[in-house]
């Protein structure tokens, strides 16, 4: 029975060994084989675990903030009663506007029905976002009849210009949080150099101080509240001629001239650790470019991301506004935006060709696999960073 007593142990001894062993091979092989990434403090190292399991069409998708009606194929959607859909496209942001309201009962149900969708099907849910500036452009108060939060040139003139910017960004979390609305297209951070007709009522002046401090004050209170601000227009659209929703516009503004006047209020989102900026289709003359800002390297490659430093989410403006579709085809201005440095492709008309255009672009070799996971990992960095995404 000794001898037996002893060989048994022994046995025991080599199997625990070999578990031991094994385990930590196993442990080392885990975190060697870049899973630390999971465990890191950067959300977008975070989201790199999580890119490799993605296909490149759920990649893709990730970069499109559509409207509700490009997933139902309605005039004006109210519901999503299909919450599969969510399958076929798994788009990154779904923004909504006044035809898609009818009650707040039934805005709450739209929102939860997105959120279910992205999340059984593939388990990311979209950003759901909304111009909500304070003042006309306020989709949500004005449809459903909530008290306006101050417009930007209100709070702009007055004497408490910048608590006043946070009292609006406060008004506004407090019925965007409940509504399932996780982002705001604002604020708005142009200064302006002149009267601009896009602008009307909606900066908070001339004052570069004036609106870099108000811009920050209204994003800190948004953030606070729970909903994710977006910064516009870059790289400010204070001396514009025309309007971008009916025609090209152009800047003659210097490079030199913005960098003391309407990139500041940006330098500051930037410095602030911003979760997204929107950039817009101006053409930079004055910096010696000929293309609309969002598919422009020396605008969003050049000055925003390395100059400026900025690593954040960057939202072109709609696609479908007239500045890009009177020129360019909605597929070609996507990719080049993309190729550009912009990560997600804002209201394109046709979501599915768009997404075919950029699928075709990688598999082509005009924009790298590697360009689009970058994106990929800003998008899912920042769901994960305003709770939107856990596993």
Request: glycine content about 8%.
């Amino acid at each position: 029975m000794t001898g037996f007593r002893r060989m048994m142990g022994f046995t025991l001894i080599c199997a625990a060994l070999c578990f031991l062993l094994t385990h930590s091979a196993w442990a080392m092989n885990w975190t060697v084989g870049g899973d630390e990434e999971a465990l890191a403090p950067d959300p977008q190292q975070q989201a790199r675990f999580l890119i490799r399991e993605m296909s490149l069409e759920q990649k893709v998708y990730q970069l499109l903030f559509v409207a509700p009606e490009s997933l139902t194929g309605e005039t004006s959607t109210f519901e999503i009663p299909d919450i599969s859909v969510m399958q076929r496209y798994p788009v990154g942001g779904v923004v909504l506007f006044g035809q898609n309201i009818v009650s707040e009962a039934q805005l709450k149900a739209l929102t939860a029905a997105l959120r279910l969708g992205g999340e059984k099907y593939g388990g990311i849910q979209p950003f759901i976002a909304v111009d909500e500036e304070g003042g006309s452009v306020s989709r949500i108060a004005n449809k459903l009849g909530y008290p306006l939060a101050y417009s930007p040139e209100e709070i702009g003139q007055r004497q408490d210009a910048v608590s006043a910017a946070y009292a609006a960004g406060e008004v506004i979390a407090e019925y965007l949080t409940p509504l399932g609305i996780n982002m705001d297209f604002a604020p708005v951070a142009d200064v302006l150099v002149k009267n601009v007709e896009e602008l009307a009522g909606r900066s908070y002046g001339s004052d570069v101080q004036t609106v870099t401090d108000c811009a920050s004050s209204m994003a800190e209170a948004l953030r606070q509240g729970g909903v994710i601000p977006c910064f516009k227009h870059f790289p400010g659209h204070g001396a514009v001629s025309g309007n971008s929703h009916k025609r090209s516009v152009t800047s003659r503004r210097t490079l030199a001239e913005m960098l003391e006047c309407e990139l500041i209020p940006f330098e500051r989102a930037v410095m602030d650790g911003t979760e997204a900026i929107m950039v817009s289709h101006l053409v930079a003359q004055g910096m010696g470019d000929e293309v609309p800002a969002s598919m422009s390297p020396k605008v969003v490659g050049s000055l925003l991301r390395e100059q400026m430093g900025y690593d954040g989410l960057v939202i072109c403006d709609a696609l479908r506004m007239n500045a890009v579709m009177q020129d360019y085809k909605e597929t070609t201005a996507a990719v080049r935006m993309l190729q550009a440095g912009v990560d997600m492709i804002l209201l394109p008309q046709n979501m599915k060709s768009v997404a075919d255009s950029i699928l075709h672009a990688v598999q082509n070799g005009e924009i790298a696999e590697e360009r689009i996971d970058e994106s990929v990992a800003r998008i899912l960095g920042v769901k994960i960073q305003a709770g939107i995404l856990t596993w």
